[in-house]
């Protein structure tokens, strides 16, 4: 009993102590006039390559930076993304075969203002999933697939982390 009132003493404390210190959730209010972050992260359009690997990531992007996984009317930013994808063999049988590879997303990606075309923001993520190799062709098709999904999604999330913190650190800069 008395854990558990010192537990909750101990949380309560906390929360008293990052409030003086400047702590400001990522997702919280900003204030009046000043769009939210969920607002900015919505007004941003996403481009990436025509390949299976683009499709992943953009749909797994417009599910990150909006509400209902769609983009808004206004495109107040654009994402363009360059990725690229290869497969390594990880672990080699005796016999040459092939038991277990990794399939290696790389996103290269820049935020521009829509307006202006001015570059804001410019970095790199990269994802790596692995896979076991079976006799089945069918299998390991499936298993690979289901690689660079994981490894796609890997991506898209952490590239929606970085805006949200660029976002969140260009508000800060501003006020």
Known sequence: MWSKILHG?????VFVLSTGCGFQPLYGDRGSGVPSLAQQMASVEVKAPSTRT??????RLLYGLSAEGKAVASQ??????AIN?????????QDADVSRRNVVVEAYYTL??????QYLYRSNNRAVAGYNRFDSDFANIAA????EMRAAETVADSIATRLALYFSKSEEDTS
């Open 85 to 93: 994808q290869w497969e390594e063999d990880v672990l080699l049988q």
């Open 144 to 147: 690979a697939q289901s690689a």
């Open 54 to 59: 683009g499709f992943l990531v953009q749909r």
């Open 112 to 117: 521009a203002d829509a307006g202006t075309g």
């Open 76 to 81: 107040d930013y654009v994402l363009d993304i």
């Open 9 to 13: 003493s101990f949380l309560c404390g």
